[in-house]
């Protein structure tokens, strides 16, 4: 379980980073959801699908956009699990 921590914390400051740096990555966003997704943080996870969402639409990339929308739906649909930041 230890190890299985420190790769999430991994993952979270290596997408934070990418973040950092370009703040409008959109990708960044779309892979730091799943790793949250992966660890049933569903409100975390979908916040950066939305901003993932926002980022593609204003690049023009609108099947990415569309394929995303059509996660926050089936996010929408599933109960409320762990919602705080920090596994």
Request: proline fraction near 5%; charge should be negative.
């Amino acid at each position: 379980a230890h190890a299985e921590l420190h790769q999430f914390k991994k993952a979270v400051t290596a997408f934070d980073q990418a973040i950092r740096l370009d703040p409008e990555n959109a990708d960044a966003y779309f892979k730091l959801s799943e790793v949250y997704a992966v660890w049933n943080m569903s409100k975390p996870a979908q916040e950066n699908l939305d901003r993932a969402v926002f980022y593609f639409r204003k690049q023009g990339r609108l099947e990415e956009a569309n394929r995303i929308e059509r996660i926050l739906i089936d996010f929408s649909q599933l109960p409320e699990q762990h919602q705080e930041a920090n596994p």
